[in-house]
């Protein structure tokens, strides 16, 4: 159970996880400084922790109480979390605690300035259900004010050494671990998407946490649009990250009266390491963020690689036949089915189907598809338009566009502003009326650029937070407007994953890149955060059109099958072997697919010669073994298994051979990879006793 308890002479707040203690109190000042995160404490321990006054060394090196949420204020000389400009001009601001309330497992903890008609509230909630504790900021304006800064929360971590996600297109999610330098380190996108290039979460360790074993503190933001996360190591070593939407440089107006909320920034403590710490990051997205998470998610197929936009009624019917004999579920057709869409070069923004491929529209498509009993889904790129389109030719103001300057093209096409009230009107009417008259199931919504240019004239940066919100909006319009619709977060790949997306979304397409190779390596950085629930995966064709790599087919399909199994070749060419040993593995996948995308996931070894994942339900373990290459031909020592009942008896799949839970996880199991590279196994170990 979680709780949060209040301590009145010693202002002093507790939060309280199953496996973890918060506390934060009021300094004299009545600014809310941390006191505590870690492993659990109670009231008594907290409150007779030392009140750590402020350190002055010299007149130069002053070291405040770490802030909830610092100011620009007194002697301060870390990254502000709110900063703020009063109509004359006052940057400071100083705090007068006028309350707050406990409602349940959430806090607001109301503060406003001593002087100027500014109100600030504090958000903490907990879960009964896990560690994680969310923080977000509101602020409210009681006169004319300016924001250049607004985070969700300053969260003060122990650890010296970050671990952290960076790449590029296709390269999405390398894990990096290093030590944090005595300076502020930023992690940020102002590219008006989540980026390929960072992604919004940290976890601080002392450097000695390993997959299983070690102390970790993280957070992660959840937010789509540009963000910024400073983590700041001060001389003293002490270690904070502050985190928020926007990036630097931008800055919002609030009028008399009107306020602005934060996204949630999250964090978690947990002891057992990196692998415990991404378990309670995949049961929070689990048990608070998805809007489906009890659903398991069908098999797919997705037209892209095999048609590009060289779509057709009949060419995607002749896939849709083969697929169905594959045990595909969900049908999915990619980019170039409308306007003048046949390259990259045209139509995006025109959603009608395109009359020389679709004469009678999408119905007939659609139809075939559901009798042949898959769903049917549907790619669409909302926010984009090319300039080449009769949506740009009627509105070339719905863009984002600065006065007197170039409008930049990439991949030939422009990005709407969904912070227009107009383009968010015509957004939805087309996306409905294209569920409605088609009967679709499913979307994949993409965006392929970044912002450039990002300006509304007369309206200031707000932008940058009503686009996002425009994208939130309008996917929770349409699934309420049609509860059995599903969304497929994705851009380019994945340029926009992050909790924030995927509170309206149900799976996420996490890279261009299929070349199952360099797809473990970004599956494993994807798994740090986010669930198996929500990784689209698909087998392709080789040599793979990214990398021109070749690999035998099982172990592409092998690779896929840990996430949300899909696949995406061109099926019209596969050999009658081919397409049976993927409906083998599909139906394989069919079996184990609740432990995969409800399980719990250990991650038992990474590297070239061996990566190992096990996800673990209640009646049964799985276990994948991938190897890209094979160093001097040596063989796999036993692999040692995680999360097993020591006492329970599991069965091997491929032998018949059963073993306790302890054997399992003391001495391990034999792999027995193939010989050579992109080699792997899939091993199933049912529980029978
Ligand atoms: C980028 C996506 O990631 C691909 O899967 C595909 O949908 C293309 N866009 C289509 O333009």
Redesign the pocket.
């Known amino acids: 159970m979680s709780s949060i308890t209040f301590a009145a002479t010693e202002r002093l707040w507790l939060l309280s996880t199953p496996n973890s203690a918060y506390a934060l109190r009021l300094a004299d000042d009545d600014t809310p400084t941390h006191v505590y995160w870690g492993a659990p404490l109670g009231l008594a321990e907290v409150t007779a922790l030392p009140e750590s006054r402020p350190r002055l060394i010299s007149s130069f090196e002053t070291v405040p109480d770490p802030d909830e949420l610092a100011v620009a204020a007194g002697p301060r000389f870390g990254p502000p979390s709110l900063a703020v400009r009063f109509a004359d001009g006052t940057t400071a601001v100083e705090w007068t605690c006028v309350g707050h309330e406990i409602d349940g497992n959430h806090l607001a903890l109301r503060l406003t300035d001593r002087h100027y008609p500014l109100d600030v509230t504090l958000h903490y909630r907990v879960h009964d259900s896990d560690d994680v504790i969310e923080r977000w900021t509101t602020v409210s304006a009681g006169e004319p004010i300016t924001l250049s800064r607004l985070d969700s929360a300053s969260w003060t971590m122990p650890g010296h050494r970050v671990s952290y996600v960076a790449g590029g297109w296709s390269a999405e999610y390398q894990v990096h671990r290093t030590e944090v330098p005595v300076a502020e380190t930023v992690f940020t996108s102002r590219r008006g998407i989540t980026s390929h290039q960072a992604n919004p979460w940290v976890m601080l360790d002392a450097g000695d946490a390993g997959e299983d074993h070690g102390e970790v503190w993280s957070a992660a933001l959840a937010w789509s649009g540009s963000w910024r996360l400073t983590l700041h190591r001060d001389p003293t070593d002490r270690v904070t990250c502050t985190g928020g939407f926007g990036h630097d440089g931008v800055s919002w107006q609030l009028a008399a009266g009107e306020s602005l909320t934060s996204p949630v920034f999250a964090g978690v403590y947990t002891r057992d390491g990196f692998g415990a710490a991404s378990r309670q990051w995949h049961g929070f997205v689990r048990a608070h963020v998805l809007p489906h998470p009890d659903e398991l998610r069908p098999v797919l197929y ?1 037209s ?2 095999a048609t ?2 060289d779509v057709s009624e009949a060419s995607q019917r002749a896939l849709a036949e083969i697929a169905v004999s594959l045990g595909v579920e969900l049908f999915v057709m ?3 089915w409308f306007g003048a869409r046949r390259s ?1 070069m045209a139509g995006l923004g025109d959603w009608q189907p395109y009359p020389g491929a679709f004469p009678n529209g999408l119905r007939p498509l659609v139809d075939d598809v559901h009798r042949l009993g898959m769903l049917f889904g549907l ?1 669409v ?1 909302p926010e984009m338009v090319n300039p080449d389109s009769d949506l740009y030719r009627a509105h070339p103001d719905w863009v984002l566009h600065q006065e007197n300057r170039r409008r930049t093209t990439l ?1 030939n096409q422009l990005v709407l502003n969904f912070g227009r009230p107009d383009v968010l009107e015509w957004a939805f009417e087309w996306l409905d009326r294209l569920v409605t008259e088609n009967g679709l199931d499913y979307f ?1 919504w ?1 965006c ?1 650029r970044p912002f450039t240019e990002p300006g509304w004239p007369g309206h200031g940066d707000q932008l940058w937070i009503d686009h996002t919100r425009g994208v939130y909006s309008t996917m929770e319009r349409l699934r309420a407007a049609h509860p059995g619709l599903r969304i497929e977060a ?4 994945g340029g926009r994953t992050d909790m924030g997306i995927m509170t309206y979304t149900d799976q996420v ?1 996490i ?2 890149n299929t070349d199952a190779a360099d797809r473990i390596s970004i599956q494993h950085g994807y798994s740090q955060i986010y669930p198996a629930q929500t990784m689209g995966a698909w087998i392709t064709d080789c040599p793979n059109p990214t990398t021109a790599r070749t690999t035998p087919l099982l172990f592409r399909c092998h690779v896929a099958m840990a996430g949300v199994l899909a696949v ?1 070749g061109n099926l019209t060419s596969w050999s009658a072997s081919d397409r049976s040993l993927v409906a083998e593995q599909v139906a394989l996948y069919r079996k184990i697919r609740s432990t995969v995308q409800h399980g719990r996931q250990y991650r038992l070894a990474h590297g070239p010669a061996l990566t190992c994942v096990e996800y673990v339900s209640v009646d049964e373990a799985v276990v994948f073994g991938w190897r890209i290459t094979e160093p001097f031909g040596h063989r796999p020592t036993p692999v040692r298994l995680a999360g097993l009942d020591p006492v329970a008896r599991y069965e091997d799949s491929r032998n018949g051979v059963v073993y306790t839970g302890a054997s399992l996880r003391e001495r391990g199991i034999d792999l027995d990879l193939p010989r050579g590279d992109h080699a792997s196994v899939v091993i199933r170990l049912r529980r029978v006793s």
Do not use: L
């Open positions: 997705n892209w690689e590009t936009f990619d980019d170039g990259d790619w790129e991949r994949k993409d392929n994705c851009s380019g790949g397409w890279s261009d995406g």
